[in-house]
């Protein structure tokens, strides 16, 4: 059973368009989290949710929104897509009201813009 | 702004040989730290963590890290090293009140036969 699943793994597409990548999380977790990851490996902390509600949007293109329909999902929408935007990007979980928690990360999704 | 610093890209060690892979954060306060894997076309899984008590802390597989709070540093080790360990290895910073992970660069560690 996977607990951090992303869709879809690859994602080659042209300059201009308009893409999504869904996250889901079956751990019961309230945050949800999307990281990027770029050509030298650097991760990079992009948006929270905790419970639907956006609480960290870090400085990140307009182009680029999060929806989240319910706890258990986070979507990241991609609009005029870039060729900076190629990299591989991360969903994460994690519970809240626990200190001692850790994040549990998707498979990543690699984006390709052509 | 927390910053993480992986002095070491790229090591390459022989099988049996020790492993310290370095990491640094430049902000103090209460901090957790975490050492996550990435195995070649996986996703990031936890090695190990620090929240708090004994500074020295052991994961899976045979890995371990000490915190040294006067240093600013989460260094991982392995006394011996196999070929299974080839991957990307990250150190990862959370600060209290902070949800988001700020990640280090990570260090390649590819292990020869």
């Known amino acids: 059973d996977t607990a951090v699943s992303q869709t879809p793994k690859y994602l080659v597409t042209q300059m201009g368009n308009d893409k999504s990548i869904k996250c889901e999380q079956n751990l019961g977790h309230d945050t949800m989290y999307w990281y990027k990851q770029d050509s030298k490996k650097f991760l990079k902390i992009m948006f929270s949710?905790?419970?639907?509600?956006?609480?960290i949007n870090e400085t990140v293109p307009n182009r680029f929104s999060p929806k989240s329909p319910d706890k258990a999902h986070l979507n990241l929408h991609i609009n005029s897509l870039e060729l900076g935007d190629s990299a591989v990007y991360f969903c994460a979980s994690s519970p809240q009201g626990v200190t001692t928690y850790e994040q549990y990360f998707g498979p990543g999704t690699r984006l390709t813009v052509t | 702004a927390q910053s993480v610093s992986q002095h070491n890209h790229h090591v390459i060690l022989s099988e049996a040989a020790s492993l310290e892979l370095g990491c640094n954060y430049s902000y103090g306060g209460t901090v957790n730290l975490f050492w996550y894997v990435q195995y070649p076309g996986q996703h990031l899984q936890l090695l190990l963590k620090?929240?708090?008590?004994?500074?020295l802390v052991k994961g899976i597989k045979g890995f371990e890290a000490e915190f040294i709070k006067s240093k600013f540093s989460f260094n991982l080790r392995k006394p011996s090293v196999q070929w299974s360990d080839t991957a990307e290895y990250f150190c990862a910073v959370r600060n209290t009140g902070r949800r988001a992970l700020t990640f280090g660069s990570g260090t390649r560690l590819q292990v020869q036969p």
């Open positions: 620090y929240f708090s008590g004994d500074p």
């Open positions: 949710y905790n419970n639907k509600e956006l609480i």
